[in-house]
């Protein structure tokens, strides 16, 4: 299969409905120039992930003009989408980051809401609702995992992604310049441990003063990087083996050999 990850360059000067008229057309162009099976966008790009004075005026329902337009985008292009994450305000008034997939014929595949929020208790993490479950989607290629940003720091989630059957983590994310060592390590790191691709698709510019990491990233079940982006807007086409990844944990069977984090075996009855 061909992925494709668009980092975007969010520009403060740009308006949410001018960029996402900007990102469909980019989703378009690129799934056909390249023939991309499965498009990726970054986190939060229609605000920027650490523009949180604008999280709530910028917040629309889950079936939004955002849903709306990358809908669309994924029907005309014909791809699987994963179109980042948006400011969502559920029928409550509560605000969730969330993710949302989308099907080639524009059906909403998948949705996550965002489980570890960022900003030690400002920002994100007192203005968004925690998610509780984790997201997986299945595609005629691969498992999707699903997790977002700051989710990189928690094996625990990806862990429990692979024992709902992911094969492959797409990581939505803002992720700031000043750790970007941290970013690369974790991509890796999750790729290794639970032997799997890992799309990570990061954004370009700066959100409210904070220049952001890009470098989106595709690492391979062994921790190799097939791809790597600058600082800037640009887009990553890699071609990607599913098979790779039953190949690699039949040939070095390490998530057999877990002890921890897993449902006991039964109890042998007794006579």
């Known amino acids: 299969m061909r992925a ?18 900007r990102v469909s057309s980019l989703v378009r162009e690129v799934a056909r120039r390249d023939g991309s099976d499965l498009v990726v966008l970054p986190e ?47 029928p409550e008034g509560t605000l969730h ?10 059906q909403l595949a998948g949705a996550y809401r965002k489980i570890h929020r960022f900003g030690f208790d400002q920002g994100e993490a007192v203005m968004m609702a925690a998610g509780s479950e984790l997201a997986t989607v299945r595609t005629p290629d691969t498992t999707l995992g699903l997790a977002t940003c700051y989710d990189l720091r928690f094996p ?15 990581v939505p994310a803002g992720w700031p310049a000043r750790r970007r060592e ?8 999750r790729a290794v441990e639970d032997q ?15 220049p952001q990491a890009g470098h989106s990233v595709v ?6 990087v097939l791809a790597e982006a600058g600082d800037g807007e640009e887009v990553l086409t890699v071609d990607l083996d599913p098979a790779k990844v039953l190949a690699t944990r039949e040939q070095f069977p390490v998530l057999k050999d877990r002890l921890l984090g897993q449902a006991p075996p039964p109890r042998p009855s007794r006579p």
Not at 97 to 106: E, H, R
Not at 182 to 189: D, E, G, K, Q, V
Not at 219 to 224: K, L, Q, S, Y
């Open 156 to 170: 625990e989630l990806f862990r429990g992604l692979v024992d709902a059957g992911a094969e492959m983590f797409v």
């Open 97 to 106: 980051n969330t993710s949302l997939v989308f099907s080639p014929d524009g």
């Open 4 to 21: 494709s990850l668009i980092q975007i360059a969010v520009d403060e000067g740009e308006s949410v409905k001018s960029r996402r008229s």
């Open 182 to 189: 941290h970013w690369l390590l974790f991509a890796r790191a």
């Open 44 to 90: 939060l790009w229609t605000t920027g992930a650490f523009a949180y004075e604008s999280f709530a005026s910028e917040a629309e329902p889950l079936e939004g003009p955002t849903y709306e337009a990358m809908a669309k985008a994924a029907s005309d292009a014909g791809v699987w989408l994963h179109a980042g994450s948006i400011p969502e305000r559920d």
């Open 219 to 224: 690492v391979d079940p062994w921790g190799e």
């Open 196 to 210: 799997v691709y890992v799309l990570a698709c990061g954004t370009g510019g700066t959100h409210a003063g904070v």
